[in-house]
């Protein structure tokens, strides 16, 4: 389970997030592309862009269901953005 009170400055503010458990596997930047980046230089990913979209949405939960080490949320709202 993801903790956004761990997840990477880099997310976008939102829903989903990626926190300091992530190991730069690159599957979530495959399954969700538009929505995930990968920060080379420091070796994980992060969100560059909550789901705009029913299809965007769909890919960045099989993203989530997907990670390995089950770093990336769904529940990082509570910070101004609206949750749907
Ligand atoms: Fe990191 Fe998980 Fe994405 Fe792999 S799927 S890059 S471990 S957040």
Redesign the pocket.
């Known amino acids: 389970m993801a903790d956004k009170t761990n997840k990477y400055d880099e997310n976008v503010p939102g829903k989903f997030y990626?926190d300091k458990e992530?190991?730069?596997?690159?599957?979530?930047?495959m399954s969700a592309p538009d929505n995930?980046g990968?920060d080379d230089d420091d070796g994980?990913?992060f969100v560059i862009k909550q789901p705009g979209s029913t299809e965007e949405e769909e890919q960045c939960l099989e993203?989530m269901e997907?990670?390995?080490?089950e770093?990336?949320g769904d529940d990082g709202s509570g910070n101004g953005e609206p949750t749907d």
């Open positions: 990626v992530c190991i730069a596997c690159d599957a979530c930047v995930f990968m994980h990913a993203a997907g990670c390995p080490v770093a990336i």
